[in-house]
């Protein structure tokens, strides 16, 4: 027989799986920690990628100039400028990084919050039932 | 009014019915306007300015994620740049992945405004897009509304200068000419100042708790957008139309104005204050009603009756106007005798 209340704890679990929940349920099966580590390690590839794409856009930029003073330029003084550059955006971004996930991480949290009170109640619905199969086969099997 | 809060009523009615099929048609009108002016502002690759291609794409964009018509739409610059050379679609690409690893990471769900900047510029109304962002949404909307403003100037200066980019110059000369064109465009710097304010000021005012918020936030958002520009152009090398400007602004507050109807709705004038108190807290709470209107319901009743009923309901119908054949006998009651009649009805009984 159709358990009414039942379907209802399932069809509002699903809703919250469909909407908000397919951005919220992959991050809760991290640690914060983790999520964060990962994040971190991605915008530190991300930055290095975007970081060689400005330098080759400024390079190609100056391409005339660099061709004709090549031999004038400071060697260690570009380095120093090009590496401290690149610290800096870094550094910058890791922190943007850094506040972003966090706070999608604790948005997460709270969204999921009311969907895993939700699910135990599911379970304790079904063990419910399970228990009542059991007793109802016990009592059938004394009476054969 | 009540006519429109009824007519509200009746489409957010009509929109619960029938979502699933409302929500893919108007991403797919998205995706057709979009589309058509990306077309229309570069159509430099003639097989994809076609009306077929752009109903395929539409189609597909109707039923995918909102994302894959941002994707779309600018795989569709980067080809159309290719046509004027592959320098040019390779500078787009670029640019593209840029803003893509620099910005547009940090704002995934608010990307619709990155395609929508472009749209709202082609329909001469670009503000509607920071009210809307700052109305709908919150500041960090404004990277995206930004990087939209960007790909608008760079779809705009490949549009006026496709013939310099076509010719055979160096390959280094048309990189630095597309860049000076973008980096030294201090019109698109002013359009993204102005976005901005926009945006953060918009967004700060219609979360304060004062009457009118929305309505407020609108005004003062257009007449930041009038101010920043009208004033980028008087100290800035940049030539704003005042007319164009101006216009544009009003345009975009009225569509304001209809999107706060539209979101909100709500009625100030039967606002209430309330104040209450537990163990740690005294609470200052301001409710304001939405405006509602109940539906009048019109419910048509048709009564239908069998043949045979109809017939016989005809004769009985019929036997009253038989009655009234019968000529009636004109009865003089001042020499009518009641007593004997009584008495001869008593007789017979």
Redesign the interface.
């Known amino acids: 027989m159709l358990d009414l209340e039942r379907i209802r704890q399932m069809t509002k679990l699903a809703s919250y799986e469909a909407g908000e929940g397919k951005t919220y349920l992959p991050i809760s099966k991290y640690y914060r920690s983790d999520f964060i580590g990962l994040a971190l390690i991605k915008n530190f590839f ?2 290095s ?2 970081y060689c ?2 330098l ?2 400024i390079a ?2 100056n ?2 100039y660099l061709l004709n003073n090549a031999h004038k330029l400071n060697v260690v003084t570009t380095v120093i400028a090009v590496v401290a550059g690149y610290v800096v955006l870094l550094v910058l ?1 890791s922190i ?1 990084t850094y506040i ?1 996930t966090s706070v999608k991480y604790s948005r997460a949290k709270k969204s999921i919050q009311q969907y895993y009170i939700d699910l135990n109640k599911l379970k304790k619905m079904y063990d419910r039932e399970e228990k009542r199969n059991i007793k109802k086969n016990t009592v059938r099997r004394k009476r054969a | 009014m009540t006519a429109l809060l009824e007519l509200k009523q009746k489409m957010k009615n009509f929109y619960g019915e029938h979502d699933t099929f409302i929500l893919p048609v108007l991403k797919f009108l998205l995706a057709i306007i979009t589309f058509r002016g990306i077309n229309a502002s570069l159509g430099f690759m003639h097989k994809l300015d076609n009306i077929f291609v752009v109903l395929i794409l539409s189609i597909l964009c109707s039923v995918l994620p909102l994302n894959l018509m941002v994707i779309l739409g600018l795989a569709l610059i980067v080809a159309h740049c290719y046509a004027v050379g592959v320098e040019v679609a390779g500078f787009a690409l ?1 640019l593209i ?2 803003l893509m ?2 910005f547009l ?2 704002s995934s769900k608010d990307n619709l405004a990155m395609i929508l900047t472009p749209v709202a510029f082609g329909l001469r109304v670009p503000a509607i897009v920071p009210i809307g962002c700052g109305l709908l949404r919150g500041p960090a909307s404004a990277i995206s509304a930004d990087c939209g403003v960007i790909i608008y100037y760079f779809m705009n200066l490949v549009k006026e200068k496709a013939s310099v980019l076509k010719g055979e110059t160096d390959i ?1 000369q048309k ?2 000419f597309l ?1 000076d064109g973008l980096v030294k465009n201090q019109n698109m710097w002013l359009t993204i100042l102005a976005f901005t304010a926009v945006i953060i000021l918009v967004y700060v005012i219609r979360k304060m708790a004062v009457d009118y918020s929305w309505r407020i936030a609108i005004v003062v958002g257009a007449v930041i957008y009038i101010v920043t520009m009208v004033a980028g152009g008087l100290f800035l090398d940049v030539t704003n139309e005042m007319a164009a400007v101006i216009i544009s602004a009003v345009g975009s507050c009225i569509l304001g104005l209809l999107l706060e109807f539209f979101v909100l709705g709500v009625d100030y004038s039967r606002s209430e204050n309330l104040q209450f108190e537990d163990d740690e807290y005294v609470y200052y709470v301001k409710a304001v009603p939405k405006s509602l209107v109940t539906q009048s319901k019109r419910s048509i009743k048709k009564i239908q009756v069998e043949p045979d009923e109809r017939t016989e309901r005809r004769n009985v119908s019929r036997e009253p106007d038989e009655e009234e054949d019968i000529p009636l006998e004109k009865v003089d009651f001042s020499e009518f005798d009641f007593e004997e009649k009584l008495e001869d009805s008593l007789k017979d009984l």
């Open positions: 991300l930055v990628i975007g794409m400005i080759a856009v190609g930029y391409a005339e971004y943007v972003y | 670029l992945l840029l690893i620099l990471r940090f280094m990189l630095k860049l």
